[in-house]
């Protein structure tokens, strides 16, 4: 706590967990500062929950560092640990109160008993359920437990707080509105937020930064902009939103600007930056169905960045459209364009009809792996 | 409180001498300090069960392994020699003698008991599986509401002693019984039939002692069942009969090794009922063990006889564990 | 479908009568007259003389009483043992001798009566022969070694019922009052055992039952004097039926059948009100 780094920082190091024959964490490193509001995402299975208990302190690393505000906590047990968490299922002890449960972690930390009943009240206003201390969880329904275990989880005032799937058991509507609440009380009180998701829009919507990962690992970090105009993988392109993937060779390479030979395209990929890559090595180009225009006659130049098909399927979503146009190499891609005109049945883009699909120079992005 | 242990690691010469340096070296601040460091916590939940079990469960079957070994004598106090012994020349003289094992395999009495014992119990069991499983599906297939009075009613009758219920056949079956009186008074009979003391009384008080012992494993398995796997089976052609015996009762396999072995086991070393309600002419395996212990006072023998079933039993005992095992497991997911 | 359960019912009918009929059949004889129990004497009957009777009887009483000391004794230290070994079995993760202890709680499940009462009588009269030697003590069986005995075998239930209540237990809730900074001993005592406390108090029960209605473990290891009720029951049995054993027998079933339904009633009452309480929270 003297010369430590500021509180809220999370450190981990090499982190490895064998469950038996499978390993759930290969050697994840992690360095996340404080006040961030960072997420795990990634498919089940890709040791985002195994991660987050490390730092919890239920899951003891075979091998890895845990570092906590400048602290190493590796093998230190979870109640010695000062960080919060909430839990799938909220885990609120059902055989006492709302403001016992609350209460739990300073009664724990030895606080003063008027102290506890003024933080417990401080708490549950800030979780917007003042008047719910008396009732028993089995009272509650599940947006308001879930706003207890949060309210439990902060009163003690730790400097990191774990959360794992918090919205999983929310529906629609209910976790739209506590994913903006979450961000509310995370800008008010500047703790850490470490939350676990396997939904992506949540995480997109929640984050400061974002750690996707798969397989044990930790694939890329970025922020959501950067994890879904940048991706550095094929696997985290495909995980965020939806992509058209294409093969190819590059067959120009420079600074400023490389070109890309693809079969499955048919054609050639132009893409206005340089891109880092080692000669001869197969590429994708990614690019996203929002960033393809469609168009009912030919443009002027189809040598690049330009591809004929047939429309296969439409789905009409209200707000837009996708498209799944299959174009001669058989390959199907994904077009999404927004509904913004109501538009006449001659004007409109019909099934079976000959399109051609283009892109701006800029939008496709490069992956190697 | 903290035990610093070094204020007693000195050596501290005095009256005593080695006597002091041994209490001072090894002595209580150190225990209490190796103790609180080694066996705090979960070491010392893990060891208080785990000592008692060890020296109230396991030790004594060790001591009746030894007596088993030991040789009669009568008119001791207690009635056998000492197997193990030190003798003056600080050896040690170990006796061990198998003649009671060999006359437990050899002895008419005993040979036609083990055997009679182990009838008794498998032809129990299968009665008591015949009885048990159709109740047991009855009562998983029934509605919610029902089922949980059923189970009541199973278990029942097994929280009132088990003796006085035992005893209560007695006055069922006897000549002058309840049964008789029923079949005479509807004139189904003339003379009133001899059930007491047969074999036909003992399967009778094995099967009702230890129905909810076979219902209730059954139960919890048939519970369990997907009845959409069922639907399944109909759909693809097979009839009521059909879909239980290819679906139903394979996937109930386990909760039938469950209870037949939670009867089987018991039953063969069941003494009780066969006092009460057996033959007197052939006996059963424990009261044979009561008797050579009780009224023979022949100590070696009787052990050697506990040992025996025990070797007869741990196979099954063994089996039984391992699916018991499984259940937790299962229920852990 | 349609046979098939019509078969199943049938049985579980016959099934009900043959398992109460012996029962009400006791019942029914503790009010005939007749000392033959079964011979009913029209001219005499119903009547409660065998219940005075009962109630004169000092043996039945002295051993009754005795019965229920050391069950109650029993139970408790099953309970204490039999929670700890359950908890251990069911939480702590893999340890040397684990396989060992999970055997010694479930061996005593189906172990024939006669081997665990040789067992432990042999083990008494060693440790009586060890502390004569060492400390020159006389040590005599009774209700100390009765006491023990029952406690070994019934921990077994007890462990088997508490550790099954905690693979279902939901172990999130001892990891948040872990997070929340308890120490692991006060997570047991403060959450998980008040939350496990009905399977406790039915193992409590179960322990009391098997000690209260043992004979073949007592009449090994008991001492002179001390003669538990089913000794005393058992030994009057032996010789044919008493009238005075229904009029027992009929009281208790009495006892464990208004515990049953109140327990049954209880419960229902409890989950009618938990089921109110969820439909309130999933409205409002």
């Known amino acids: 706590m003297s010369q430590a780094p500021a509180a809220g920082t999370v450190a981990l190091t090499g982190l490895v967990k064998r469950y038996g024959a499978t390993l759930a964490l290969d050697g994840v490193s992690l360095s996340i500062v404080p006040g961030e509001f960072f997420t795990l995402l990634g498919p089940s299975g890709c040791g985002k929950t195994t991660t987050l208990r490390s730092v919890a302190g239920f899951v003891t690393p075979d091998a890895g560092r845990v570092a906590i505000n400048g602290t190493d906590v590796t093998g230190v047990p979870p109640h010695l640990r000062r960080v919060g968490m909430v839990f799938q299922h909220y885990a609120l002890f059902p055989h006492r109160t709302v403001a016992q449960n609350v209460a739990f972690g300073l009664r724990m930390q030895r606080v003063a008993k008027a102290e506890i009943a003024r933080r417990v009240a401080e708490a549950l206003t800030l979780v917007q359920l003042p008047a719910y201390g008396t009732r028993y969880p089995r009272q509650l329904s599940g947006g308001e437990q879930q706003r207890v275990a949060l309210a439990r989880a902060l009163v003690t005032r730790p400097s990191v707080l774990l959360l794992d799937e918090p919205l999983g058991a929310l529906d629609k509507k209910l976790r739209e509105a506590t994913q903006f609440e979450l961000i509310n009380i995370q800008e008010q009180l500047g703790v850490t937020f470490i939350v676990v998701t396997h939904d992506q829009e949540e995480a997109m919507t929640l984050a400061s930064r974002i750690g996707v990962m798969n397989r044990g690992e930790i694939v890329q970090i970025g922020t959501p902009t950067e994890i879904y105009e940048f991706p550095q993988t094929k696997f985290v392109a495909d995980f965020i939103g939806s992509v058209n993937m294409f093969e190819g060779k590059l067959i120009e390479d420079l600074p400023d600007h490389v070109r890309i030979q693809s079969d499955e395209l048919g054609g050639v990929v132009f893409v206005d930056h340089g891109i880092s890559s080692a000669p001869g090595v197969t590429v994708y180009a990614a690019i996203r169905p929002e960033k393809i225009n469609i168009l009912r006659a030919p443009p002027a130049d189809t040598r690049e960045n330009c591809v004929k098909g047939v429309v296969k399927e439409i789905a009409y979503m209200g707000d837009m459209s996708i498209y799944l146009v299959q174009i001669d190499t058989g390959k199907m891609v994904r077009v999404t364009l927004p509904n913004v005109e109501r538009l006449s049945d001659d004007e409109r883009i019909l099934w079976d009809e000959t399109v051609w699909l283009t892109w701006h120079a800029s939008s496709p992005v490069i992956v190697t792996q | 409180m903290k035990i610093t242990a070094a204020r007693y690691s000195r050596e501290a010469p005095g009256r005593l001498g080695p006597l002091w340096t041994f209490l001072f070296r090894y002595g209580p601040p150190r225990w209490t300090e190796y103790v609180l460091r080694n066996w705090s916590g979960q070491r010392l939940v893990i060891a208080v069960p785990y000592l008692w079990l060890l020296l109230f469960f396991l030790v004594p079957f060790l001591i009746v392994l030894k007596i088993s070994f030991a040789e009669f004598e009568p008119l001791g106090r207690p009635p056998y020699a000492p197997v193990f012994q030190w003798l003056d020349e600080g050896a040690l003289q170990i006796k061990l003698l198998v003649g009671s094992y060999v006359y437990l395999l050899n002895e008419p009495l005993y040979v036609s008991s083990w055997i009679y014992s182990i009838k008794v119990a498998f032809f129990s069991t299968v009665l008591c599986l015949m009885l048990g499983y159709p109740m047991a599906y009855a009562i998983a297939r029934s509605s919610p509401t029902y089922r949980n009075v059923f189970l009541m009613l199973i278990i029942l009758p097994f929280w009132t002693s088990f003796l006085l219920r035992v005893y209560a056949w007695i006055g069922l079956l006897k000549t002058d019984g309840v049964i008789n009186n029923v079949l005479k008074f509807f004139g189904i009979i003339d003379e009133p039939l001899s059930m007491m003391n047969t074999s036909f009384a003992v399967y009778i008080g094995i099967v009702y002692s230890y129905l909810p012992f076979m219902i209730l494993p059954l139960y919890s398995n048939l519970e369990k069942h997907d009845l959409t796997l069922l639907e399944a089976a109909n759909d693809l052609g097979a009839g009521p009969v059909k879909a239980f015996l290819r679906v139903t009762l394979p996937l109930s396999f386990p909760g039938v090794v469950a209870g037949s072995l939670l009867v089987f086991i018991p039953a063969v070393g069941e003494y009780v009922i066969p006092s009460l309600l057996g033959r007197s002419d052939q006996l059963m395996i424990a009261r044979l063990l009561s008797d050579e212990f009780f009224l023979n006072r022949d100590w070696p023998k009787a052990s050697a006889v506990a040992i025996a079933m025990l070797l007869l039993l741990v196979v099954p005992i063994m089996l039984f564990q391992h699916f018991q095992n499984k259940e937790l497991q299962a229920q852990k997911k | ?284």
């Open chain 3, 1 to 284: 479908m349609k046979t098939q359960g019509l078969f199943s019912k049938t049985m579980l009918g016959a099934g009900f009568v043959f398992l109460y009929v012996p029962i009400l059949s006791m019942v029914f004889y503790s009010f005939n007259n007749s000392r033959l129990v079964t011979v009913w004497d029209s001219a005499n009957s119903p009547t409660l003389k065998w219940y005075a009777k009962l109630l004169d009887d000092g043996q039945v009483l002295s051993a009754a009483w005795l019965s229920i000391r050391v069950a109650a004794m029993s139970a408790s230290g099953a309970v204490i043992l039999g929670t700890l070994a359950g908890l251990v079995l069911a939480r702590f993760g893999p340890f040397k001798g684990r396989a060992l202890l999970q055997g010694l709680t479930t061996a005593p499940l189906v172990m024939p009566e006669v081997i665990t009462g040789l067992s432990m009588l042999l083990l008494f009269v060693s440790l009586e022969q060890l502390l004569q030697k060492v400390a020159g003590v006389q040590f005599d069986r009774g209700v100390i070694t009765i006491t023990i005995a029952h406690i070994s075998f019934t921990m077994a239930y007890v462990t088997v019922v508490v550790q099954s209540r905690l693979a279902s237990f939901d172990d999130s809730l001892e990891e948040a009052a872990l997070d929340l900074g308890a120490r692991p001993a006060k997570v047991f005592f403060r959450i998980t055992v008040p939350l496990i406390l009905p399977a406790i108090l039915s193992g409590w029960l179960l322990a009391f039952t098997l000690s209260w209605d043992d004979l073949v473990v007592t009449q090994f290891v008991s001492g002179p004097g001390s003669n538990t009720l089913p000794m005393v029951i058992f030994s009057r049995v032996r010789l044919g039926v008493s009238p005075v054993v229904n009029a027992l027998a009929t009281i208790m079933v009495l006892i464990v059948a208004c515990g049953v339904i109140l327990s049954a009633v209880l419960m229902r009452r409890q989950e009618r009100r938990r089921k109110r309480e969820e439909q309130m929270a999933a409205a409002g």
